[in-house]
């Protein structure tokens, strides 16, 4: 018999794993981020490789994915990717500690906690979204979207002070107890909160069953044009969107002469933006706006556009002075870029069984590693292209505000690739198959 689709409460149940995956995380990208630097007095690069390294891992989503479309089931896959995630977590408290008296040992035992914890990070949060993608009714997917991604949030919301608190006064002792305690509570929640959820039984069809090798099915899948442009969109649109994280404050502390204290409000502003951007997707997409109100390609696409509008209005209002209402266009920015991301996440739901239930995990691992690569890869780039713009002008509001625009065309194609994006689910032709080959022969090859 085939599973009801999940209620609300199994949803909740489900963005508890988001919750307790962005608890480890935040103690990795801030505490351990700010110990390294401040107590250690380590280059901010170091650091900074570190969480690159955490993204990098993220090409290995697609295998993830696979394997769990290779045993029918995705919980197994959560509670190992959540076990590998909490390791990793305490690991890198412990190198730190441990770079203290022998920098050498606690730098190496860094690198492998963190390429533990990004791929920990890969195969919870793949299989989790292929798991609501199955179980999620088409009409609950935006709404589904915004809880998960918002109960990530809260992991950040909650961890970060409380840690903060219980840190004072630091020693390495009390960064690993700490750590430990978080990673231990969050994978004993992900573990009560996947329990039961998923059927014991998964009922496939035999000829459904993904018995090809693994370089088959994911030259399948970059092969179909859907697909392939859905993954091209995520990467773009993803990294406009991170782009401009880590400019937006030190832009508000240069160009309008913004405290520290100031452009930390502002970043809230920016997020309560978001967040009310994704309430409105989940509002709307659940019926209530009937079928246009309730597109998810529409919102995506109204996300991307209103993300480039305001880009450009920031840009702009640096040029014009000092006196600009800086707080409008980056509220609207933050309300935008919450409708493109819940909608985008939604859309990927829906997408992830368009060549069957046998390929959703690799399908949903292939738009994950975009997503992680355009991640790391936006936030590093988006400082490297203002140092570089500062290099060519002597006004850095001249430098930001090129940056600002670049990011804005970035969203603007990715608004037209969203365009061209349906949502039936998409046929193989010969030429498809053609390129699937080639493909497999290359991966092969290698």
């Known amino acids: 018999m085939a599973a009801l689709p999940f209620g609300w409460a199994a949803i909740v149940r489900l963005g508890l794993v988001q919750t307790a995956l962005g608890s480890v995380v935040v103690l990795m990208t801030s505490t351990i981020n700010r110990v390294m630097v401040v107590e250690l007095a380590l280059p901010a690069v170091v650091p900074g490789g570190l969480v690159a390294l955490h993204y990098a891992v993220q090409v290995l989503r697609p295998r993830w994915g696979y394997g769990s479309d290779r045993t029918g089931r995705r919980t197994p896959w959560i509670v190992g990717g959540m076990a590998a995630l909490a390791l990793g977590g305490f690991g890198a408290a412990v190198a730190t500690a441990l770079a203290e008296t022998h920098q050498a040992a606690g730098l190496a035992l860094a690198v492998l906690s963190f390429l533990t914890v990004g791929m920990g990070a890969g195969a919870a949060g793949t299989s989790l979204l292929v798991l609501l993608a199955t179980g999620v009714e088409a009409r609950r997917r935006g709404a589904a979207a915004t809880i998960v991604w918002v109960m990530m949030i809260a992991g950040f919301a909650i961890t970060a002070p409380l840690a903060g608190h219980f840190l004072d006064p630091f020693s390495g002792a009390r960064l690993m107890a700490v750590s430990g305690t978080v990673s231990l509570i969050a994978f004993v929640v992900a573990l009560l909160a996947v329990r039961g959820v998923e059927p014991s039984r998964v009922e496939r069809a035999e000829s459904e069953a993904p018995k090809r090798p693994f370089a088959q099915v994911l030259a399948r899948v970059w092969a179909e044009p859907e697909s392939r442009r859905f993954t091209i969109f995520i990467f773009v649109a993803m990294f406009a969107y991170s782009a401009q994280e880590l400019i937006l404050e030190p832009f508000a502390g240069l160009v309008f002469a913004m405290s520290p204290g100031t452009t930390t409000k502002l970043a809230g502003l920016q997020h309560g933006g978001v967040l009310a951007g994704m309430l409105t997707v989940a509002g709307l997409t659940m019926g209530i706006g009937g079928p246009v109100l309730g597109s998810l390609k529409m919102w995506t696409t109204l996300g991307c556009a ?140 290698r």
């Open 306 to 445: 209103g993300s480039a509008l305001a880009l450009l209005g920031i840009a702009g209002g640096g040029l014009m002075g000092a006196d600009f209402p800086l707080r409008v266009p980056v509220f609207v920015l933050g309300l935008f870029n919450g409708i493109f991301a819940v909608a985008a996440i939604g859309s990927m739901m829906a997408l992830a069984g368009a060549g069957g239930e046998a390929e959703r995990g690799t399908r949903m691992g292939v738009w994950g590693a975009a997503q992680g690569l355009a991640f790391g890869a936006g936030g590093f780039l988006g400082t490297v292209a203002v140092d570089g713009a500062r290099l060519l002008t002597p006004r850095a509001v001249d430098a930001y505000a090129s940056v600002f625009a670049g990011e804005a065309v970035l969203f603007v194609f990715a608004a037209a690739l969203a365009l061209r994006i349906a949502h039936a689910p998409a046929t193989q032709g010969p030429r498809a198959r053609r390129a699937a080959s080639a493909f497999e022969a290359t991966l092969s090859a």
